[in-house]
């Protein structure tokens, strides 16, 4: 986790809580905070302000997704008077835990997928807060009321083994040619956010829209009766890597992993169909009466700030500011997506019980 800076805690214990705590503080220094220019204007003052308490629980944040390792461990290089905590317990999860504790909330912040964060914000249990490049985003992609943004994307993409696919497929259409038959595996739409997503990207190709999700439905229940879906499954990573799984409907992240950090490289191929794909928001928040306002601020300006999302970027989760400067290696190893839109997940959270419902009775016969 994280190094201990010095000998004089500051931290309640908070193993039982699974939080990953770091260490306590030393006086500050201005002149070595941080080197080099403020990210931001303003940041100097603020990590002033933060390190008074010293402490920022940032919840969700796992240190092996989406790079929030690589995230964390720049953050505590840069502020090294401010202690960040974190657990890892998946969206819902954690803002079931959230809205248990409301009234004294045991977190700063909160990560979750697009339509939880939504979720969240209409139970009244986020704060609103502008940080850094919230105006440069997308009005898809920010809350009115900056309860929400979104701080990375990942779009759906098919994640192909070429050792086990003799002609790659290139648009949904493809995907029902007779070739493909017991070639396909993608996650449960009722229980994993990569499933849900698949289903408003195939419901995008087959005409569908946010008003309703049946041609999407319609769309995977009739590649279930040709036979090509091998299965359902919300584990597929692993049985993907050992080559169990010819074509893997998920996010682009997870391709990327076995392609440029699982040994996989060229035996693998990411496709973004022709005929379109959607792109998943994830966000962050401040919770609603955060134990410490200025350590909360201080990350999540952190995580949106143009150092944080090429950290994002070198994690394989595109970034959500737009237009930003990427190093040539990194900006080349996404795949080129002919079309693609970011998921509208005030929208999309109408839609989740009508993919629920009408994927199990279309699919599964329930």
């Keep these: 986790m994280m190094r201990v800076l010095n000998a004089r805690p500051r931290l309640a214990a908070l193993v039982a809580l699974g939080w990953a705590a770091c260490a306590a503080l030393y006086p500050l220094d201005r002149a070595h905070a941080f080197d080099g220019p403020d990210l931001y ?20 944040t796992g240190a092996n997704w989406a790079n929030w390792g690589a995230l964390e461990a720049a953050f505590t290089k840069r502020y090294p008077n401010v202690t960040l905590a974190y657990n890892d317990i998946g969206s819902g999860p954690a803002m079931v835990a959230l809205d248990r504790t409301r009234a004294k909330p045991m977190i700063d912040t909160l990560y979750a997928f697009g339509v939880v964060g939504v979720d969240a914000a209409s139970r009244g249990l986020l704060a609103g807060f502008k940080p850094t490049n919230f105006d440069r985003l997308p009005t898809v ?10 701080v990375h994307q990942m779009p759906i993409v098919f994640i192909v083994n070429k050792k086990l696919v003799k002609t790659v497929p290139r648009s949904w259409a493809d995907l029902a040619k007779p070739e493909y038959k017991g070639a396909i595996v993608y996650p449960d739409p009722r229980t994993s956010g990569a499933g849900e997503v698949a289903v408003f990207a195939a419901n995008l190709a087959a005409g569908g829209s946010l008003e309703t999700v049946r041609p999407g439905i319609d769309y995977l229940a009739e590649l279930h009766k040709i036979g090509n879906v091998l299965r359902v499954d919300i584990g597929g990573y692993t049985d993907f890597l050992k080559g169990k799984i010819p074509i893997w409907i998920s996010f682009e992240m997870d391709g990327l992993r076995a392609k440029y950090a699982d040994g996989m490289g060229d035996e693998v191929e990411l496709v973004g169909p022709l005929d379109g794909t959607v792109a998943a928001p994830y966000t962050m928040s401040l919770v609603k009466g955060a134990r410490d306002d200025s350590a909360a601020k201080l990350w999540l300006n952190f995580a949106l700030s143009d150092m944080g999302q090429r950290l994002f970027a070198e994690g394989f989760v ?34 989740k019980a009508d993919i629920d419902a009408g994927w199990a009775q279309a699919v599964l016969g329930n």
């Excluded at 204007?41 to 969700?60: H, Q």
């Design 41 to 60: 204007p303003g940041e100097a003052a603020l990590y002033d302000a933060a390190a008074k308490d010293g402490l920022v629980v940032s919840s969700n």
């Design 141 to 150: 992609a920010r809350d009115a009321d900056a309860r929400w943004f979104t």
């Design 318 to 351: 595109r970034p959500a500011v737009p237009d930003l400067a990427l190093a040539p290696d990194i900006a080349a190893r996404l795949p080129k997506l002919p079309k693609v839109e970011l998921l509208d997940v005030a929208r999309a959270l109408l839609r």
